[in-house]
T-cell receptor, first 110, second 113 residues
Framework: EDQVTQSPEALRLQEGESSSLNCSYT??????LFWYRQDPGKGPEFLFT???AGEEKEKERLKATLTKKESFLHITAPKPEDSATYLC???????????FGSGTQLTVLP | NAGVTQTPKFQVLKTGQSMTLQCAQD?????MYWYRQDPGMGLRLIYY???????DKGEVPNGYNVSRLNKREFSLRLESAAPSQTSVYFC????????????FGPGTRLLVL
């Protein structure tokens, strides 16, 4: 059974204070690892897909990295508008089902 | 392109009542999904449809039924609602094949009293 654990559950940063979110996973044959952003009262918004260890992807202040056991979402010089819940998910086997972590709630204070 | 749309946005039911949640996508995707999201438990898959005419159970299918009406539409039905089904329901869709990125709708907030 695939398992995804995200840490920390909540993170408060000052504007400009860089940090990282962690996603640890256990799967039998990773096909892809996904990062989503979710704003309150809205559906998850796709950010990145990573396919193999060593892969990195960037978008504005966000950078996602992947190892064989975990993924990190690095946030560089965050702004208040980066405040959201960040979700990590993995796909394996049939690749049609995603297993999600519980998310990290990020708050960036001005 | 509206992407994935869901109706209604919010619903209150009494225990034992039935209702259908509607979902439609305009991205010509083959696969569609229904999830529920509860505090501290993440998103859990209820049912999915890999292609038009097929449906399969996910992690938490009990108490739900689905219909893949056509390529665009995928509905979720609660035949006899229970308080444990109070949740936020999300529909998603994905296309092509292989490792497919799923795109989500805005959600339906359901309260069962």
């Amino acid at each position: 059974e695939d398992q995804v654990t995200q840490s920390p559950e909540a993170l408060r940063l000052q504007e400009g204070e860089s940090s990282s979110l962690n996603c640890s996973y256990t799967v039998s044959g990773l096909r892809g690892l996904f990062w989503y952003r979710q704003d309150p009262g809205k559906g998850p918004e796709f950010l990145f897909t990573l396919y193999s260890a060593g892969e990195e992807k960037e978008k504005e202040r966000l950078k996602a990295t992947l190892t064989k056991k975990e993924s990190f979402l690095h946030i560089t010089a965050p702004k208040p508008e980066d405040s959201a819940t960040y979700l990590c998910a993995v796909s394996s086997g049939s690749a049609r089902q995603l297993t999600f972590g519980s998310g990290t709630q990020l708050t960036v204070l001005p | 392109n509206a992407g994935v749309t869901q109706t209604p946005k919010f619903q209150v039911l009494k225990t034992g009542q039935s209702m259908t949640l509607q979902c439609a996508q305009d991205m010509n995707h083959n696969s569609m999904y229904w999830y529920r999201q509860d505090p501290g438990m993440g998103l859990r898959l209820i049912y999915y449809s890999a292609s038009e005419g097929t449906t399969d159970k996910g992690e938490v299918p009990n108490g739900y039924n689905v219909s893949r009406l056509n390529k665009r539409e995928f509905s979720l039905r609660l035949e006899s609602a229970a308080p444990s089904q109070t949740s936020v329901y999300f529909c998603a869709s994905s296309g092509r094949g292989g490792v497919e990125t799923q795109y989500f709708g805005p959600g339906t907030r359901l309260l069962v009293l």
